[in-house]
């Protein structure tokens, strides 16, 4: 069974910082790229990072998260994490993780295996 569960979101203040994760389970994790998406009220699903398949050696970041987050994988873990620095309130949604069978990252409509979401929300 194909499992993808996030963790790490929560309520921090502008300026602070959070590690979000996601767990993967039921498929071979290493022929897998992941990506972030985040999905804030009232808008669409939008990219924020991408990450290669195997050792991760290709990410990708959208311009507004670039210099502040941080993807990395943990093949051993079955863990990809989203390290967000600097946050600030327009960084607030849920956060989903996601995968694809593929060596580089790809657009949203290729990623076949989503996770249920981790709330961010940056508030003072």
């Known amino acids: 069974q194909v499992q993808l569960v996030e963790s790490g979101g929560g309520l921090v203040q502008p300026g602070g910082s959070l590690r979000l994760s996601c767990a993967a389970s039921?498929?071979?994790?290493?022929?897998?790229?992941f990506a972030w998406f985040r999905q804030a009220p009232g808008k669409e699903r939008e990219g924020v990072s991408c990450i290669s398949s195997a050792d991760g050696s290709s990410t990708y970041y959208e311009d507004p998260v670039k210099g502040r987050f941080t993807i990395s994988r943990d093949n051993d873990k079955r863990t990809v994490y989203l390290q967000m620095n600097s946050l600030q309130p327009e960084d607030t949604g849920v956060y989903y993780c996601?995968?694809?069978?593929?060596?580089?990252?790809?657009?949203?409509?290729?990623?076949?295996?989503w996770g249920q979401g981790t709330q961010v929300t940056v508030s003072s």
């Open positions: 039921g498929f071979n994790f290493n022929d897998y790229s």
């Open positions: 996601a995968a694809v069978r593929s060596v580089l990252c790809s657009t949203l409509p290729a990623y076949n295996f």
